[in-house]
């Protein structure tokens, strides 16, 4: 059973003013993983925790019952696509990640051709 958690939210990992680090540092990505948005674009620089946002968010999605083969997870580096196989397995397990595609925009791309 696939669900469908509503129309896409786009969240932008930063940090704004001086004195307002800790609170973006944990909201932010926080609001990432929790939101209820049938998608999520995670945009940040480097070094921001992208990685482990995303791997959260997809160990959510799964613990609330969402079919891992629904999952699609998109970025740009086979590097990073890599890093994001390997946490999620660490998230939640060798058998659901291996249903979750993790992948590039090339490589799904030459899926759909």
Do not use: W
């Amino acid at each position: 059973m696939h669900r469908v958690l509503g129309p896409v939210r786009h969240l932008r990992l930063a940090i704004p003013a001086k004195g307002c680090a800790c609170y973006a540092a944990l909201t932010i990505p926080l609001a990432a993983v929790t939101c209820d948005a049938h998608a999520v674009r995670v945009k940040a620089g480097p070094g921001s925790g992208k990685t482990r946002v995303v791997a959260a968010r997809v160990a959510r999605l799964i613990s609330q019952g969402c079919v891992p083969s629904s999952i699609l997870v998109i970025t740009f580096t086979r590097r990073a696509a890599g890093e994001l196989k390997e946490r999620i397995t660490k998230a939640v397990g060798v058998q659901a990640a291996a249903q979750v595609t993790a992948c590039t925009f090339h490589s799904i791309c030459c899926r759909i051709l």
